[in-house]
């Protein structure tokens, strides 16, 4: 496979080239670089909405089809990364990792049975992270389909944590998912970059690559 990747000197970015090991970066962007070297079948951007706007512009200009796990983007940039998937493959989410997305099934799958729980949700990054909540917060909240309380700690290296709990007058059930490495949101993006190859045009969420693998 061949793939572009924005935000390639970043952290994220070069946690994604490390697992992308065994394919070829043919172009590389990040704030003061751009290296094109061939025309990429997939674009990976894990980078920050400021670039949005030319990442689009390079999948639409090498028909590339997208990968993209940038967070804090706004509503009008989910609608303008739709119309993009008129044309090619895009693949849209807050967190890539494989247990956040199994635990987003989760919730929407039995948040209906705990309706008159209460329910908060409680996430911890490194300090370094800038939105508040994260995407992945917003994730679950929308999985579990209501309105709750979300508080956000911002601590050290942590990659990340998640924690929905619900509680009645007699019981309290967590459910949370803990990331140990960076690498695993990289790992879902090379299964995200592998789905999008074959793709039809579309927007996708990478619950539903996950679905996808699941029916072959």
């Known amino acids: 496979m061949k793939y572009g990747l924005v935000g390639a000197f970043g952290r994220m970015g070069l946690e994604i080239r490390k697992v992308f090991s065994e394919h070829t970066l043919c172009l590389a962007v990040d704030v003061d670089k751009e290296e094109i070297n061939d025309t990429p079948q997939v674009v990976v951007d894990f980078s920050s909405p400021a670039a949005l706007p030319r990442t689009i512009n390079i999948c639409?200009?090498?028909?590339?089809?997208?990968?993209?796990?940038?967070?804090?983007?706004?509503?009008?940039?989910?609608?303008?990364?739709?119309?993009?998937?008129?044309?090619?493959?895009?693949?849209?989410?807050?967190?890539?990792?494989?247990g956040v997305n199994v635990l987003s099934m989760v919730l929407k799958e039995f948040s209906p049975c705990l309706s008159d729980w209460d329910l908060e949700i409680v996430e911890i990054h490194h300090k370094h992270k800038k939105d508040a909540p994260s995407g992945t917060a917003l994730l679950l909240r929308d999985a579990a389909g209501r309105d709750c309380q979300m508080h956000s700690l911002r601590l050290?290296?942590?990659?990340?944590?998640?924690?929905?709990?619900?509680?009645?007058?007699?019981?309290v059930l967590v459910l949370s998912h803990r990331a140990v490495s960076r690498s695993v949101f990289a790992i879902g993006a090379l299964r995200a970059a592998?789905?999008?190859?074959?793709?039809?045009?579309g927007f996708y969420s990478f619950e539903?690559?996950?679905?996808?693998?699941?029916?072959k």
């Open 60 to 98: 639409r200009g090498y028909k590339s089809a997208l990968v993209i796990g940038t967070t804090a983007i706004s509503k009008d940039d989910i609608e303008r990364l739709r119309e993009l998937g008129q044309d090619v493959a895009v693949v849209q989410s807050f967190n890539f990792s494989v």
């Open 156 to 171: 050290g290296a942590v990659p990340g944590d998640h924690y929905a709990l619900f509680s009645n007058e007699g019981e």
């Open 194 to 201: 592998m789905f999008a190859l074959d793709a039809k045009p």
């Open 208 to 215: 539903e690559v996950l679905r996808c693998t699941l029916k």
